[in-house]
């Protein structure tokens, strides 16, 4: 393809592509495979890690015991932030890194890490979509000259787990179609004109092609404007209310406001680990 990744200056001056190939719940024998075609249609970030259990070739502020395999409640440690963080900076004075950075860390976490941090953070890599858009976060890694990148741009489609309509949103689509584009490209525009660098899994070598072509256009100021209507995410949810005597089931209940599809269960138990609620993992923020 002839279109030229935009670039996105980190506060370390490294540079990093906006957009990103993400390989999470990626089958390890398709890995490779989506990485090839990703590499040859122009993508030059690639996003992996190896709790991810695809690289036969600290995702969370939720450490394991070393050579853990799973998310088992009793793998879960206390977390270490500073001392972490002191390691990783050590990283970068040695020129191994030339920036580093978190992932997941809430507004709380992330100032809290900024406080006693000598080299700051030159990323958070979050959850963050048309359908959760994250705007205290953004502001506040705004403020404070931390890039945020975002995973799951396109609310994780293809995982059966996650209940996702990202890309059902009526105001995608309509966008989509007075664009001439696919709803994937409008939410992954989205992302880029916040600011933001995208990450979209996908193994399809169509799919990759297809999330490439999002630059060399832009969403008119009118339309995007439109993102700020966006109040709902789907959560195929099945609740039981008790009805003169009777147990009633409702189907495909929608919360009032935007919400979190990646809630980060694995890393909180009553005893194991540094988090006993979801509330306590995301401070507040979900």
Not at 48 to 76: D, R, T
Not at 197 to 208: D, G, H, M, N, Y
Request: glycine share 8%; aromatic share 10%; net charge neutral.
């Amino acid at each position: 393809m002839s279109m030229q990744i935009e670039l996105i200056e980190l506060n370390t001056g490294a540079k990093i592509p906006s957009l990103g190939l993400g390989t999470w719940q990626s089958d390890p024998g398709l890995v490779a495979q989506a990485v090839a075609a990703a590499i040859k249609v122009g993508y030059r970030h690639i996003d992996c890690a190896q709790v991810y259990g695809n690289e036969k070739e600290i995702h969370w502020p939720a450490p394991m015991k070393k050579g853990s395999v799973g998310f088992k409640p009793e793998n879960l440690v206390q977390p270490n932030i500073p001392s972490t963080w002191k390691a990783m900076e050590a990283l970068y004075d040695s020129g191994k890194a030339r920036a580093i950075g978190v992932s997941n860390f809430s507004t709380k976490k992330l100032a809290d890490l900024l406080e006693v941090a000598r080299i700051p953070p030159a990323v958070n890599q979050v959850e963050c979509h048309p359908s959760w858009q994250q705007d205290k976060l953004q502001a506040f890694c705004k403020s404070k000259g931390v890039h945020l990148s975002g995973y799951s741009p396109l609310g994780s489609p293809g995982t059966t787990w996650v209940k996702s309509e990202v890309l059902k949103q009526p105001i995608i689509n309509m966008i989509a179609e007075k664009l001439g584009k696919t709803p994937a490209q409008v939410a992954l525009r989205w992302g880029l004109q916040m600011g933001h660098s995208v990450l979209p899994k996908s193994t399809s070598e169509a799919r990759i092609k297809e999330n490439f072509d999002v630059f060399g256009w832009s969403i008119p100021e009118d339309l995007f404007a439109k993102f700020s209507e966006i109040q709902q995410v789907r959560a195929d949810l099945t609740c039981e209310i008790y009805f003169h005597g009777s147990i009633v089931k409702f189907y495909d209940w929608w919360f009032l406001l935007q919400a979190r599809l990646l809630r980060g269960t694995s890393f909180v138990h009553e005893t194991y680990g540094g988090y006993r609620t979801i509330e306590e993992l995301w401070d507040g923020e979900i």
